[in-house]
């Protein structure tokens, strides 16, 4: 049913969820697990460059990497740059995936930041799950 899922991470801790439950999707359908970690440029506070925010991508990415490998499931990684939401889109698009899988943000900072998730499961070609 599920090729390629993808699951987008930010390498906070309301991702964990998302990760466990895209890694346990992508074992039972024998898929890829497209791992995405987009910074935002639009967000970027002063005295804080690039190559710092790649590297926290970087860590990101292959934590849950690394926890997939252990699970016995492929991924890929990627680090990019843009909005979060078009990334996430544009990604998922240009990687034919069938399945998107994220974690919903809490507190306040959902309400700073918007809600990312609910922005990609209504725009989204794909279905997209939510996870809590």
Same mark, same amino acid.
């Given at each position: 049913?599920?090729?390629?899922?993808?699951?987008? /991470?930010?390498?906070?801790?309301?991702?964990?969820?998302?990760?466990?439950e895209?890694?346990? #999707?992508?074992?039972?359908?024998?898929?890829?697990?497209?791992? #995405?970690?987009?910074?935002?440029?639009?967000? #970027?506070?002063?005295?804080?460059?690039?190559?710092?925010?790649?590297?926290?991508?970087?860590?990101?990415?292959?934590?849950?990497?690394?926890?997939?490998?252990?699970?016995?499931?492929? /991924?890929?990684?990627?680090?990019?740059?843009?909005?979060?939401?078009?990334?996430?889109?544009t990604?998922?698009?240009?990687?034919?995936?069938?399945?998107i899988?994220?974690?919903?943000?809490?507190?306040?900072?959902?309400?700073?930041?918007?809600?990312?998730?609910?922005?990609?499961?209504?725009?989204?070609?794909?279905?997209?799950?939510?996870?809590?």
């Amino acid at each position: 049913m599920y090729d390629r899922i993808l699951v987008p /991470t930010d390498g906070r801790e309301h991702t964990e969820r998302a990760i466990e439950e895209a890694i346990g #999707l992508a074992n039972v359908h024998d898929a890829t697990l497209y791992v #995405l970690y987009v910074i935002n440029s639009a967000a #970027l506070a002063p005295g804080i460059d690039f190559e710092d925010l790649e590297s926290i991508g970087e860590r990101a990415v292959s934590h849950v990497a690394d926890r997939a490998s252990a699970a016995g499931v492929a /991924t890929e990684t990627s680090v990019t740059h843009g909005l979060r939401t078009r990334a996430i889109l544009t990604y998922a698009t240009d990687h034919d995936v069938d399945l998107i899988v994220m974690g919903r943000n809490r507190g306040l900072e959902r309400f700073l930041r918007g809600r990312v998730s609910e922005r990609v499961s209504d725009a989204a070609s794909v279905p997209v799950l939510v996870v809590e």
